[in-house]
């Protein structure tokens, strides 16, 4: 049996005024083919594949040449129709090259957004089919905050999408990829699938599944999954900062020859995420910049600290919203992780920077109206080193970034990079050399990720979600939004009359 290995992913921000191009995903190791690619994530998606699908007689795996993550992360607009074309026509035409193949296995986002191109990864199915044949399945891993819909599944057989965040199971999800799929090729499991999307619109920050009702739909899919044999369950929580026409919440199921039970579940899990709508968008408290900061100064006041501030509107990673009321309310012993400031990594790459140069730079703001404005920092260089990392993706361009390290006011340190980082845990500020146990506060840029470490051990004393209160976009206010290809006015909660089924 002959495998084909596949990765195309973005979650794209289409509100943000730049383009994702072609040269975002061209850097070292980017294409990647081969072992090359097979080995790019050993702990999500592709990993958890690769490791079940090599535990079985007779299968090989074959790495189609394919580009890796964005340099710029998430945090970046539209990708180009020439970006998107020419890496599909690689990959494409790679595939053929080393055909033919039983089965494929395609590693993808869901919440890509390519400038006319509507549904790109039903377009990356489609194309794939065409070359594979009607005989091979076709097997997809996908984020929960992917914006899909029934069309993947028109042209693919399978799909398995993490259900947690943080995302805690992108590895368990590529190993259920693995398995099934192979049954699929050996006869031994025939995918019937089906298909629901209630009308409900949520921003991500919202989405957090370690408390109700997030968690109670997870549950729900996990009970259905444990209950009936050959049934998987996928819960899309939806993207709602891709202006594109299936956004949105979704339920794919996934039974072993079974279509009345596949629309049953189905049915169960829509209808039930349609009964705790309210919950649903209303359960989540989320503060604006000035009184975060101040109760922030309130809970260090009373030794309730670490203290957490997770600006979750922040998109391209250079707003200064937060490091403004850092600043202005004389917080101390605060890391800020991180700004992104491209133009000042480069203006420092040049100057050949080093620990204990003094700093007097204005950094941040500038990309875009949510950024706000440039904030002055006086201060000495801490430290210069590569991007921190995120171990369960495996190595990828970041590690090659330039990031610097400011000290600056009472014992605070501000880190500068040249793109956003979600930063999940404290420890992984180890890595450039900053010690997590010598601050009280830490500012950082997530909606849910940095629950990993800094809440689900009980690290964090206070947690406080923050955004500001104009211009937005990532915030949770989402009829703030210029939408221009999804009906917002189709969605709980931003339409009067939004019914559901």
Not at 44 to 53: E, P
Not at 297 to 317: M, Q, T
């Amino acid at each position: 049996m002959r495998i084909a290995v596949m990765h195309f992913a973005h979650e794209t921000v289409t509100f943000l005024p730049y383009d994702t191009t072609l040269d975002d995903f061209i850097y070292e190791g980017s294409p990647a083919r081969g072992e090359a690619l097979l080995n790019s994530s050993p702990r999500s998606y592709i990993g958890g594949f690769v490791k079940v699908a090599r535990e079985h007689a007779n299968v090989e795996l074959v790495g189609v040449e394919s580009p890796l993550g964005s340099k710029k992360g998430s945090g970046s607009g539209w990708i180009t129709k020439e970006a998107f074309d020419t890496l599909l026509d690689k990959m494409i035409a790679d595939l053929k090259a080393q055909g033919p193949f039983d089965g494929a296995y395609l590693s993808l986002h869901g919440a890509m957004g390519v400038r006319d191109v509507a549904k790109p990864e039903s377009i990356i199915a489609a194309r794939v089919r065409e070359v594979v044949g009607p005989k091979a399945y076709i097997v997809g891993t996908f984020d929960p905050h992917g914006n899909e819909d029934a069309e993947f599944l028109r042209h693919a057989d399978l799909a398995f999408t993490i259900k947690y965040y943080p995302h805690y199971d992108g590895f368990l999800q590529g190993e259920r990829a693995a398995r099934t799929l192979i049954r699929a090729c050996r006869g031994d499991y025939k995918p019937t699938t089906a298909t629901r999307k209630p009308p409900i619109l949520t921003a991500s920050v919202l989405q957090w599944t370690g408390a109700s009702p997030w968690m109670d739909l997870v549950q729900r899919a996990l009970v259905w999954e444990a209950r009936e044999p050959d049934v998987y369950v996928n819960f899309y929580y939806g993207f709602a900062f891709a202006d594109v026409v299936d956004a949105g919440m979704c339920f794919q199921v996934m039974t072993n020859g079974k279509p009345e039970l596949a629309n049953h579940i189905a049915d169960d899990m829509a209808n039930t995420a349609w009964r705790l709508r309210e919950q649903l968008v209303n359960g989540t408290k989320v503060y604006y910049m000035k009184e975060a900061v101040k109760l922030g100064k309130e809970a260090l006041a009373s030794g309730k600290y670490p203290i957490v501030f997770a600006d979750h509107s922040d998109r391209s990673g250079a707003a200064t919203w937060l490091l403004e009321q850092i600043i202005a309310q004389k917080m101390s012993n605060t890391l800020i992780g991180t700004i992104a400031d491209a133009d000042v990594i480069e203006t420092l790459r040049k100057k050949g920077v080093k620990v204990g140069d003094k700093f007097d730079m204005e950094i941040g703001g500038k990309l875009d109206p949510s950024a706000g404005k440039p904030v002055r920092i006086t201060g000495t260089v801490y430290t210069v080193s590569g991007a921190a990392g995120r171990p369960e993706y495996g190595t990828k361009a970041g590690g090659s970034q330039l990031w610097v390290s400011v000290k600056f006011g009472d014992g605070n340190v501000v880190i500068i990079s040249p793109y956003l980082h979600q930063n999940t845990e404290p420890e992984t500020w180890l890595s450039i050399g900053i010690n997590p146990a010598d601050f009280k506060a830490f500012a950082i840029k997530s909606r849910v990720h940095f629950r990993r470490g800094y809440y689900d051990n009980g690290y964090a004393k206070t947690i406080l979600l923050c955004e500001p209160e104009t211009p937005f976009v990532g915030t949770v206010h989402l009829e703030a939004l210029n939408y221009k290809h999804l009906p917002r006015d189709k969605f709980y909660p931003y339409g009067k009359n939004v019914s559901y089924p």
